[in-house]
């Protein structure tokens, strides 16, 4: 089951762990996009400074609406499933957006990959040039709004805001991020979280 906003991890909810690390880096306006059913919650629990919205049923959307309270410029991405990331890395990314579309935080592939095919190992994969992306990621602007609406025309789904813009020529690139900075999926790599930062409860 994938978390909740207001899930606590060192007691904080994800959502202000978030917002905070936002708001240190100096990132503003804060645009918080939430389920619809949880707008008021999140309006009380982040109080001023947050601009609340509800998302809709359709992601590309509800970040061309995001997109619009924000304005020109940089943008960050940084939702709830990923509490551990840094200010530190949303500096990076931001300063990362120098002579690129966007920046995103990764970490190089560390495991033996394996292609698979009908349940049998196909051949190994070289990891020498791979990376798992997270969060933050950073983007231009103008350079997100227009991969969504080309998308959009050719009918492309709208699911990864770094493929959107890298599919259409912007230039991706990416700053060292951490491993520490996981992102919670479910409930297990919630209580893994806890077992890393500590309940502070």
């Known amino acids: 089951m994938a978390p909740d906003i207001l899930d606590r991890l060192a007691g904080r909810t994800l959502i202000s762990r978030v917002f905070a690390v936002l708001r240190d880096a100096e990132i503003r306006p804060v645009v918080v996009v939430v389920p619809e059913e949880r707008v008021l919650d999140a309006t009380a629990e982040l109080g001023d400074g947050a601009s609340v919205m509800a998302a809709t049923a ?3 959307s509800t970040m061309l609406e995001a997109l619009t309270r924000i304005g ?14 840094t200010t530190d890395q ?26 698979v095919e009908d349940g049998v190992i196909d051949k190994t994969v070289d990891r020498s040039e791979l990376w798992h992306l997270q969060m933050p990621q950073g983007f231009r602007s103008e350079a997100l709004i227009a991969a969504h609406r080309r998308s959009a025309e050719q009918g492309l ?18 700053v060292v991020g951490s491993r520490v900075n996981l992102k919670i999926a479910n409930i297990k790599d919630l209580e893994f979280a806890h077992a890393l930062v500590g309940s502070g409860e």
């Open 90 to 115: 949303v500096r990076a990314v931001v300063d990362g957006l120098d002579g690129a579309d966007a920046c995103v935080a990764a970490i190089p592939a560390m495991e033996t990959l394996k292609l």
């Open 72 to 85: 020109d410029g940089r943008v960050v991405v940084l939702d709830h499933t990923y509490p551990l990331a």
């Open 157 to 174: 789904l709208s699911g990864d805001d770094v493929a959107a813009v890298d599919r259409f020529g912007g230039r991706v690139r990416i």
């Open 58 to 60: 359709d992601r590309r």
